[in-house]
């Protein structure tokens, strides 16, 4: 009889939990059991569900005798619960999470457990994927803090040496010792509390676990923004959910504090500013004033909060936009708000106008300073380039390169290039060099051609995103988005045989420029379906 080897011994308990989520529950479920036999058992905890959830369930524990269920009565309002009552259950020495919209990555379960077993790990992380449904676009989260795929894991005594860990707040791309979380008293807030990962694992990282990143994908989080219902995490045109996050993120800070890690108290304030309070703002100038004049107190009250070390080491967009926060106290308009925006973006962008106060300071608004800009080496200085494209088979693309504050001239670029990469559709990416032109006005201009042809050809529908790259004579280099110079343009292109492509330009979310090409007649077909999916989300 042939042995298994150690990750293959059922040893893990996968708490799956549910509410009236009929339609997926069980591709969900398929995943844990696909891990084989180092899945001792699936525990489906239904929180009350109301639609066809429990007859599917009663089918799969039927069929499957790895499959438990625990039906709750009364629904709880949040995840928190039925996860506690899965974790209960448990009857294995290691425990997996897993929302019944998702899916675990093949192999996830046997690469935790053989990891856990062999480096005697309290704590396994793996690389959780963001995969927006139905374009299939995978984004990872918190890449950097996981190594490559295939190298030597990252082997950590607690993160206290590694506060960075605190960006990962997800509860599902983990394999936890069970005997661990019971004796920490590891477990999620209770009732409809949302934003229950945060708690979680300050808890967890509280505890100061053994803990091991790997590079292999673990967990598939499908984002379905189309979905009638969001996700808690999408919601963010719902002023609660702001509340809500500030609540937990201001839960995670207690906690950390009261279990003597003053350190990475400071550090989960620093990854507010940095992440969670950037986010909301680039979309702030999309919000109309009702939710603005909600939002800004918010956010101010909770900033108020904030240790100055924890501000100070900020990035210097975060520094700058949390400053502008504190020193308005009504919300701003607009050039204020579009600037804000524009620093909030990912990679921050600092756009014209350049104000500068009477000494020759330069400002982000009157009497807030961008205090450390000019002592920035050139790779971290806040571009700004604006694009504008006109659509044809050549589609030419104009862009102008600003200089803040004569710091991109001063340190001598030598060169750029433009890369289009897909945002929507397969992993593609296009590169033109560019030559940089002086401006009258100041900073440069350079142009690029595409052939739409050749974007069509990637995808029947795809959507690209525009980054340019500046090189320094130091040899060091800063990417930017593009932001969009003019309208939103449609263009319908023609080459020979008959070949049609649809080509649209246009502003995403982030305030970038971006091109959707389409296949003539299916592409046309798949915009007309998905405008009619988002008429009826709404």
Not at 359 to 367: F, H, V
């Amino acid at each position: 009889m042939t042995g298994r080897s150690p990750g293959e011994t059922p040893q893990v308990s996968v708490v799956v939990i549910v509410y009236n989520d009929a339609a997926l529950i069980e591709q969900a479920v398929r995943s844990a059991l696909d891990q084989g036999p180092c899945v001792a058992e699936v525990i489906v905890v239904d929180d009350a569900s109301t639609d066809a959830t429990p007859d599917r369930l009663a089918r799969l524990a039927a069929a499957e005798s790895r499959v438990r269920v625990i039906t709750r009565t009364e629904n709880s309002g949040g995840c928190g619960t039925p996860r506690n009552e899965g974790l209960a259950a448990a009857r294995t020495p290691y425990v997996m999470l897993l929302d019944s919209d998702d899916v675990l990555a093949p192999e996830a379960a046997r690469t935790l457990l053989a990891t856990a077993l062999a480096e005697r790990a309290e704590v396994v992380a793996g690389v959780c994927v963001r995969r927006e449904l139905p374009a299939g676009t995978d984004t990872p989260w918190q890449r950097d803090l996981f190594p490559a795929v295939g190298a030597p894991p990252r082997r950590y005594e607690g993160i206290r040496s590694h506060p960075a860990f605190l960006r990962d707040t997800l509860c599902v791309n983990k394999l936890y010792d069970r005997a661990f979380l019971e004796r920490h008293g590891v477990r999620f807030a209770e009732g409809a509390v949302h934003y229950e990962d945060f708690a979680f694992t300050a808890r967890l990282y509280a505890a100061s676990p053994r803990l091991v990143a790997v590079g292999e994908t673990v967990y598939l989080w499908h984002v379905r923004r189309e979905a009638g219902r969001q996700s808690i995490s999408l919601r963010r045109d719902e002023i609660r959910n702001w509340q809500d996050r500030v609540d937990a993120h201001a839960e995670v800070v207690r906690l950390l504090a009261e279990a003597g890690e003053p350190g990475l108290a400071t550090a989960a304030q620093t990854k507010f500013v940095d992440h969670d309070l950037r986010m909301y703002v680039r979309e702030l100038r999309h919000k109309p004033a009702d939710y603005r004049a909600a939002w800004w107190p918010v956010a101010r009250a909770h900033l108020e909060t904030f240790e100055p070390a924890a501000l100070a080491a900020a990035t210097p967009a975060g520094r700058w936009v949390a400053a502008l926060l504190l020193a308005r106290p009504e919300p701003v308009r607009g050039t204020e708000l579009a600037r804000l925006g524009e620093l909030a973006a990912n990679p921050a962008r600092l756009a014209p106008p350049y104000l500068a106060d009477p000494d020759g300071t330069p400002l982000l608004a009157e009497g807030v300073p961008l205090t450390g800009l000019t002592k920035l080496p050139p790779a971290r200085l806040p571009l700004a380039v604006d694009g504008t494209a006109r659509l044809a088979r050549a589609t030419e693309l104009t862009l102008r390169l600003h200089d803040p504050y004569g710091l991109v001239s001063a340190a001598h670029p030598t060169g750029a290039e433009l890369e289009l990469r897909t945002r929507v559709g397969p992993p593609f990416a296009l590169r033109r060099t560019l030559t940089l032109a002086d401006h009258p006005a100041g900073g440069w201009t350079a142009g690029a051609v595409v052939d739409a042809f050749e974007l069509r050809d990637v995808g029947e529908m795809t959507s690209w995103a525009l980054r340019l790259t500046l090189r320094y004579a130091d040899g060091s280099a800063a990417t930017t988005a593009v932001r969009p110079g003019g309208g939103k343009q449609h263009a319908v292109v023609y080459r020979p045989l008959a070949r049609i492509a649809l080509v649209q330009s246009y502003e995403t979310n982030n305030g970038e420029l971006g091109l959707r090409v389409a296949d003539g007649v299916r592409g046309g077909w798949e915009v007309v379906r998905a405008r009619l999916r988002r008429a009826l989300a709404r």
